[in-house]
């Protein structure tokens, strides 16, 4: 048994993000550890085609790993050439310094906020521009470089010297263009254009002075902003002549007989929604729609977070990662043999690859139901499933003895507890409004009727199905009418739930199925998954006895207000469809729009207990967290690859921390530096208040209880 070799194959299921996939000696083993999540790597030939594409999963569902095999096969042909935009860090980066890069004209008549998105907006195109520079600099200095020779007359300085021109350029803001832009609905549409084709002309005349210029375009603004109840959808601000941008580009790289050219956005989701609407409509969108068909858009998105703007969905390719969606929608059991079996072939490659081994020798498949039990435990999420063999290698490899299904579920329990169920109790301290902290713990309100409602079907015996099954039912798994998985959304992107499948309940209607957390499932004795010995059965998950429908209207009654953020008016929840009907405009005051505020009444106590000065941001927060599960000092780069964030945002976030006494910045016998968590920290973020526990009701063990 090879134990240091299976720990390795483990850890590469682990990374994060960007992480490199190398050896030894440098060698990247992207190409020989990939496995696509559906046979003949279609998933991978799909973003390899020339066409925009979403990529669309969870966190540690392979988005970047898929990326870094399409940049691989990319960097190899003649005609094609790609750039990667790690979207989070940027945008962190971009924020750190915001007013530095923006003419000091523009920060004293715009907003700050609007000052900051030209900060955002600039910096990334300037790191598009770098990022291109670097990958035409690898081709240059590659086998490839000798074919281009053979269409690119210029010397490979001529190049570069074009694109530092640019970037200068871009730095001196002599693309500094700013005109307002209105995106209009189906009303008023020909007096929009007007209205749009006037400013446009006024930006352009009015004065050679860009203080002039800004003044006029930020008074344009508030005005239509004014005026959004009249169905003016959104107003944002443009920077730099995009399609003057666009030709530049093409300019230099059909040069080198570049046909397309593909850029790779990570971590778009990552961002605030109104920043992720304005890279959209102001940068990708533009790039998308006006470049002829040169520019390919390759974009990581979250399920329910995909915002397209101006792009053409019906153009472009919508790849999923989450089982749901991936595996086919026809048949529940051909979903889960599908998974399975990428979760087997998974973990097959890394085995061969780093022990030159069969799965058999570290794990037990004698149980008929070992490889479904390791599916379940992670749900075919690659990160997730490095994470539970790790925690088996830790209880048994170790030892040398071979992976059960006992030592997973075990794992799957450990994995839960340690990474997930801390989320709701740490969110207490997030640097946000009451309203926004209350939001969150609403859910947690929802989440805990959830599982007591599940924990009670442990004895059910009331239906046919149920009272034909031997021993306990499973009851892991419930379904709730579709238009009410936006409310689900959150405590599926942190993994307390997962979409399991979509199908039609008794009564006709589309309804989608979720499984609860499958460690939890342990903690609870949940029995997990369906009955299999009759085809029948494989309409389980949709009896009616687990439509848990009821308890989300229940949540919606006690829990959510609609409000007018003009006037302050609440509206009842049943007012809530003619609302959205009429784009949320307030019927009360008919100017101002409605939003949807959450308010937890079990938890509101607790949360306001919390001290104004205790509160911080998400990214301190999950520094705290990573230095308290660890349990020793940490490098900022492995801080960093537990927040999917960069080593550099840890450095700036840990100084903000150590200023409070909050984390030690010491040394270590090599100078580097490292962070640990101080006592400090530990009373005031980890210790647990019994309001923080999960309130499940009743004891775990007991099915009747």
């Given at each position: 048994m090879k134990k240091n070799e299976f720990l390795k194959a483990v850890d590469t299921l682990k990374l994060y993000r960007r992480a490199e996939l190398v050896d030894e000696i440098g060698q990247e083993l992207i190409s020989d550890l990939y496995v696509d999540p559906l046979p003949d790597n279609h998933v991978l030939r799909t973003v390899l085609q020339p066409n925009t594409t979403f990529l669309i999963g969870r966190k540690g569902t392979g988005k970047s790993t898929i990326f870094q095999m399409a940049q691989g096969s990319l960097t190899r042909e003649k005609n094609a050439t790609w750039a990667y935009i790690d979207i989070k860090t940027l945008y962190e980066s971009s924020t750190a310094e915001l007013v530095g890069s923006i003419p000091q004209n523009y920060e004293s008549v715009l907003t700050s906020d609007a000052v900051r998105r030209l900060s955002v907006f600039k910096s990334f195109v300037i790191e598009l521009i770098r990022e291109i520079k670097a990958q035409i600099t690898q081709r240059v200095t590659s086998s490839v470089w000798s074919q281009v020779k053979e269409t690119f007359t210029g010397s490979a300085s001529d190049l570069f010297e074009k694109l530092d021109e640019f970037l200068e350029e871009l730095k001196q803001d002599l693309y500094l263009d700013v005109t307002g832009s209105i995106h209009a609905s189906k009303h008023d549409k020909e007096a929009h254009r007007e209205k749009a084709k006037l400013a446009g002309e006024a930006t352009a005349t009015i004065s050679p002075s860009p203080s002039a210029q800004a003044r006029f375009v930020a008074e344009l603004i508030s005005e239509l902003e004014e005026t959004r109840s009249q169905n003016y959808s959104q107003v944002f601000i443009k920077i730099f002549n995009v399609r003057g941008l666009i030709t530049r580009l093409r300019e230099i790289l059909t040069s080198l007989d570049v046909k397309h050219f593909y850029i790779f956005i990570d971590d778009f989701s990552e961002l605030p929604r109104a920043d992720m609407e304005q890279v959209i409509d102001t940068i990708l969108a533009p790039f998308n729609n006006w470049s002829e068909e040169f520019i390919k858009l390759k974009v990581a998105v979250y399920p329910g977070r995909l915002y397209a703007g101006d792009i053409d969905l019906s153009k472009v390719d919508e790849v999923?990662?989450?089982?749901?969606?991936?595996?086919?929608?026809?048949?529940?059991?051909?979903?889960?043999?599908?998974?399975?079996?990428?979760?087997?072939?998974?973990?097959?490659?890394?085995?061969?690859?780093?022990?030159?081994?069969?799965?058999?020798?570290?794990?037990?498949?004698?149980?008929?139901?070992?490889?479904?039990?390791?599916?379940?435990?992670?749900?075919?999420?690659?990160?997730?499933?490095?994470?539970?063999?790790?925690?088996?290698?830790?209880?048994?490899?170790?030892?040398?003895?071979?992976?059960?299904?006992?030592?997973?579920?075990?794992?799957?329990?450990?994995?839960?507890?340690?990474?997930?169920?801390?989320?709701?109790?740490?969110?207490?301290?997030?640097?946000e409004t009451f309203e926004e902290r209350s939001s969150i713990y609403s859910l947690k309100e929802l989440f805990e009727e959830i599982v007591k409602r599940a924990k009670s079907l442990r004895s059910y015996r009331d239906s046919k199905v149920m009272s034909e099954i031997p021993g306990r039912p499973p009851t892991s798994h419930f379904h709730v009418r579709a238009e009410y998985e936006p409310i689900l959304s959150t405590l599926e992107l942190n993994f307390f739930l997962t979409k399991y499948y979509e199908?039609?309940?008794?009564?006709?209607?589309?309804?989608?199925?979720?499984?609860?957390?499958?460690?939890?499932?342990?903690?609870?004795?949940?029995?997990?998954?369906?009955?299999?010995?009759?085809?029948?059965?494989?309409?389980?998950?949709?009896?009616?006895?687990?439509?848990?429908?009821p308890i989300v209207v229940s949540y919606i009654k006690v829990n959510q207000e609609i409000v007018c953020g003009r006037c302050g008016h609440r509206h009842g929840h049943e007012m809530l469809p003619a609302i959205q009907a009429f784009d949320m405009l307030c019927p009360q005051c008919k100017q101002g729009r409605c939003k949807i505020v959450n308010l937890s009444r079990k938890y509101e106590r607790l949360i306001k207990s919390v001290a104004d000065e205790n509160l911080l941001p998400d990214t301190e927060l999950g520094i705290l967290k990573a230095l308290h599960d660890e349990r020793k000092s940490m490098f900022a780069k492995e801080i960093a690859a537990q927040l999917d964030c960069s080593y550099q945002l840890v450095g700036r976030r840990g100084r903000h921390l150590a200023e409070r006494n909050l984390v030690e910045r010491g040394e270590n016998e090599k100078g580097r530096r490292v962070f640990e968590i101080t006592s400090t920290a530990q009373e005031v973020y980890f210790s647990t208040a019994q309001d923080d526990q999960m309130d499940f009701g009743g004891n775990s063990e007991d099915p009747d209880s």
């Open positions: 999923y990662l989450d089982i749901y969606r991936a595996y086919g929608r026809n048949d529940v059991g051909n979903m889960e043999d599908r998974a399975i079996d990428f979760t087997k072939r998974l973990v097959t490659t890394r085995l061969q690859h780093f022990c030159n081994e069969a799965p058999e020798a570290y794990f037990d498949t004698t149980s008929a139901d070992f490889w479904q039990t390791l599916f379940y435990s992670c749900l075919g999420n690659p990160r997730i499933l490095g994470y539970i063999l790790f925690f088996c290698y830790e209880t048994t490899v170790i030892y040398e003895k071979r992976i059960g299904v006992k030592t997973i579920q075990d794992a799957a329990r450990r994995y839960y507890e340690e990474k997930i169920d801390h989320s709701f109790r740490l969110n207490k301290f997030l640097h199908m039609k309940d008794r009564d006709g209607r589309e309804v989608s199925v979720y499984a609860i957390n499958y460690g939890l499932c342990q903690q609870q004795t949940i029995a997990f998954g369906r009955p299999r010995e009759k085809r029948e059965q494989r309409l389980y998950f949709v009896e009616r006895v687990f439509d848990f429908s």
